[in-house]
T-cell receptor, first 110, second 115 residues
């Protein structure tokens, strides 16, 4: 079975706080790709990162960082020093099967 | 712009009507995907094209749903005899590679409301 679980439905933080969005996946494939997308109120999904199953190096891009741990089937996303513009729904996705999680709504207040 | 565009952005249909939703992918993108996103849920895969060939239509919920991409560019998702449960946002995405693990770029979606 292919499944992506984002257990946090909604997270509220105050600006400048760090926040981590969890993603746990299930797959029988040995080769797969994991993604994070951001969906702001405008509705369009914005690509953030793509990671293949053979690359377990963590990645940092500005205030964003991703922690991929194959041993626990997790691909967590951390925003450092959150800003109001980070408010959106964030989706984790598993590709070959094109499976998305249900998303985590992040609300950053000033 | 150079992104994926979809039209119309909003569509209201009476139950039983047929609707057609259009997707213009990024120019030159080989692969095109349709998703359905219900309120408060993640996108759910409907169908996938590689050029004009529909390689996977396993996500289409019923035979009332039909998609085509006759010239390998613009795609149309058609829903016949719409039902209230068809109300959702329909997202289109395209990618440059002929594989379904490439990065997909999404359009703004069409919000369909069936009364």
């Amino acid at each position: 079975a292919q499944k992506v679980t984002q257990a946090q439905t909604e997270i509220s933080v105050v600006e400048k706080e760090d926040v981590t969005l969890d993603c746990v996946y299930e797959t029988r494939d040995t080769t797969y790709y994991l993604f994070w997308y951001k969906q702001p109120p405008s509705g369009e999904l914005v690509f953030l990162i793509r990671r293949n199953s053979f690359d377990e190096q963590n990645e940092i891009s500005g205030r964003y960082s991703w922690n991929f741990q194959k041993s626990t089937s997790s691909f967590n996303f951390t925003i450092t020093a959150s800003q109001v513009v980070d408010s959106a729904v964030y989706f984790c996705a598993l590709f070959r099967t094109l499976t998305f999680g249900k998303g985590t709504m992040l609300l950053v207040s000033p | 712009g150079a992104g994926v565009s979809q039209s119309p952005r909003y569509k209201v249909a009476k139950r039983g009507q047929d609707v057609a939703l259009r997707c213009d992918p990024i120019s030159g993108h080989v692969s095109l995907f349709w998703y359905q996103q219900a309120l408060g849920q993640g996108p759910e895969f409907l169908t996938y094209f590689q050029n004009e060939a529909q390689l996977d239509k396993s996500g289409l919920p019923s035979d009332r749903f039909f998609a085509e991409r006759p010239e390998g560019s613009v795609s149309t998702l058609k829903i016949q005899r719409t039902q209230q449960e068809d109300s959702a946002v329909y997202l289109c995405a395209s990618s440059g590679q002929a594989i379904n693990t490439d990065t997909q770029y999404f359009g703004p979606g069409t919000r369909l409301t069936v009364l």
